[in-house]
Nanobody, 122 residues
């Protein structure tokens, strides 16, 4: 059974930093594309970025240069390092595994984490 367990949720002031973690169980983080998505109430989930099995990364324009996706293969964990946070980054963040198609507009996603709330105050 595959489980993606997120941690690192929190509240920060504008300009601050936060790192989300996504520990994978029953699934290898390097086996396929994994990604991060975010959602605000009443809106659909939007792609933040992803990392492919080859280690290559893709980011949404809104976070490029501020967010970094990485993984620790030994700990089987995916990370989202968020710097220079803005109030508009406030959202529920979800990690995802087995992302198919273009990761920012995926055709299908095999597994989701439970979500981690990030709140950025001005």
């Amino acid at each position: 059974q595959v489980q993606l367990v997120e941690s690192g949720a929190g509240s920060v002031e504008s300009g601050g930093s936060l790192t989300l973690s996504c520990a994978a169980y029953g699934y290898s983080v390097r086996s396929t594309t994994m990604g991060w998505y975010r959602q605000i109430p009443g809106r659909g989930r939007l792609g933040v970025g992803c990392i492919g099995s080859d280690g290559g990364t893709t980011y949404a324009d809104s976070v490029k240069g501020r967010f970094t996706i990485s993984r620790d293969n030994e700990k089987n964990t995916l990370f989202l390092q968020m710097n220079s946070l803005k109030p508009e980054d406030t959202a529920m963040y979800y990690c995802a595994a087995d992302v198919r198609g273009y990761c920012l507009l995926p055709e299908d996603i095999g597994y989701w984490g439970q979500g981690a709330q990030v709140t950025v105050s001005s």
